[in-house]
């Protein structure tokens, strides 16, 4: 187990197997580097080989990582997603967010290929709204979540990213994830600091009241210290990173970038590591590296000490 300075122990990674994408969602931070995605055709000889992920996450796995999320950009832009998930589910726990639009086709395979559960980004419910945040099809993501809960990848997690406008939305959302099972919502906080737009920021104790109020039962989970709250049928979890330091302080993810960098936080791009050529030694010491340099974003604020 690799455990940091901050006694974290390294336990997720997170793998952007793209940039490219084929919506264009005006909040996007592009995993953290704030940069666009690039189209779906663009060339991609820098995308790492299904060989190559699997050789990252088998050495993490073999200290301690049991669980890879798959992302992008879209990942299912890539056509060997699911040769991806084949290589990757015997070693540890595969899950993935997409934005659905190819969903529906895939997700039989990506099931039998050994992916255990999916995230699907849907922030509206209504098609003219849906396409004017995310520059893609509302009803295609509908039908490809449907194929995924139909194929078994349940529970499945609508994700819904969090900003003053998005907050009218939630009561539907809530409602419609409380009548469709085998769903949960996922809010995901605004991150502004990544995304330009200072304006969008919200009051995330304010979300928290609401949704307690609403709640007959919340717990929290151990990964990010994420409040989870049933509302009704409904399951409605709170991803709060921004300015969170007790979110940092329980955070075991490392993040891979599509071209095989290791990615300490989400927050940061300097001191990415490379891991492109190395032999299983070198991938080790990569992710040594990593997680000893590693060092939350949001820092709880020590106690003055007192003069003696
Ligand atoms: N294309 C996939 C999708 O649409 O889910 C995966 C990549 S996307 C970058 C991964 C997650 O990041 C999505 O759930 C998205 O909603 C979230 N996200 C993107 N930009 C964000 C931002 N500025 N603040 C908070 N979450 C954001």
């Given at each position: 187990?690799?455990?940091?300075?901050y006694?974290r122990?390294?336990?997720?990674?997170?793998?952007?197997?793209t940039?490219?994408?084929?919506?264009?969602?005006?909040?996007c931070?592009?995993e953290g580097?704030?940069?666009?995605?690039?189209?779906?055709g663009a060339?991609?000889?820098?995308?790492?080989?299904?060989?190559?992920?699997?050789r990252?996450?088998?050495?993490?796995s073999?200290?301690?990582?049991?669980?890879?999320?798959?992302?992008?950009?879209?990942?299912?832009?890539?056509?060997?997603?699911e040769?991806?998930?084949?290589?990757?589910s015997p070693?540890v726990?595969?899950s993935m967010?997409?934005?659905?639009?190819?969903?529906?086709h895939?997700?039989?395979?990506?099931?039998?290929?050994?992916?255990?559960?999916v995230n699907?980004?849907?922030?509206s419910?209504?098609?003219e709204?849906?396409?004017?945040?995310?520059?893609?099809q509302?009803a295609p993501?509908?039908?490809?979540?449907?194929?995924?809960l139909?194929?078994?990848?349940?529970?499945?997690?609508?994700?819904l990213?969090?900003?003053?406008?998005?907050?009218?939305?939630?009561?539907e959302?809530?409602e419609?994830?409380?009548r469709?099972?085998?769903?949960?919502?996922?809010?995901?906080?605004f991150?502004?600091e990544?995304?330009?737009?200072?304006?969008?920021a919200?009051d995330?104790r304010?979300?928290?009241?609401?949704?307690?109020?609403?709640?007959?039962?919340s717990?929290?989970?151990e990964?990010?210290?994420?409040?989870?709250?049933?509302?009704?049928?409904?399951?409605?979890?709170?991803?709060d990173?921004?300015?969170?330091s007790?979110?940092?302080?329980?955070?075991?993810?490392?993040?891979?970038?599509?071209?095989?960098?290791l990615?300490?936080?989400?927050?940061?791009?300097?001191?990415?590591v490379?891991?492109?050529?190395?032999?299983?030694?070198g991938?080790?010491a990569?992710?040594?590296?990593?997680?000893?340099e590693?060092?939350?974003?949001?820092r709880?604020?020590?106690?003055?000490?007192?003069?003696?």
């Amino acid at each position: 187990m690799l455990v940091d300075a901050y006694g974290r122990p390294l336990t997720d990674l997170r793998i952007s197997v793209t940039e490219r994408c084929n919506f264009r969602c005006f909040y996007c931070h592009n995993e953290g580097q704030g940069t666009p995605v690039a189209s779906p055709g663009a060339p991609h000889g820098d995308e790492m080989t299904p060989r190559e992920i699997e050789r990252i996450v088998r050495v993490a796995s073999e200290v301690g990582v049991r669980q890879v999320k798959l992302t992008g950009g879209e990942p299912l832009v890539r056509g060997d997603v699911e040769e991806i998930v084949r290589r990757l589910s015997p070693l540890v726990e595969v899950s993935m967010t997409t934005n659905g639009s190819m969903l529906e086709h895939r997700a039989r395979k990506l099931k039998e290929a050994g992916l255990a559960r999916v995230n699907v980004s849907v922030d509206s419910l209504r098609p003219e709204e849906f396409a004017e945040i995310r520059g893609g099809q509302l009803a295609p993501v509908l039908r490809g979540v449907k194929a995924a809960l139909d194929a078994g990848l349940a529970p499945l997690k609508l994700n819904l990213v969090l900003y003053k406008e998005a907050l009218r939305r939630l009561d539907e959302m809530i409602e419609y994830v409380g009548r469709t099972a085998g769903l949960e919502l996922q809010l995901i906080q605004f991150m502004p600091e990544m995304a330009w737009q200072k304006a969008h920021a919200i009051d995330i104790r304010e979300v928290h009241e609401r949704l307690a109020r609403l709640a007959s039962e919340s717990v929290q989970r151990e990964m990010h210290h994420r409040r989870r709250y049933r509302i009704g049928e409904a399951w409605v979890e709170l991803v709060d990173p921004v300015n969170n330091s007790d979110f940092c302080m329980n955070c075991h993810r490392v993040r891979v970038t599509h071209d095989g960098h290791l990615k300490g936080c989400i927050n940061r791009n300097d001191g990415l590591v490379a891991t492109r050529g190395l032999d299983d030694e070198g991938l080790l010491a990569a992710l040594r590296r990593v997680v000893a340099e590693r060092a939350p974003f949001y820092r709880p604020v020590l106690p003055t000490p007192r003069a003696v």
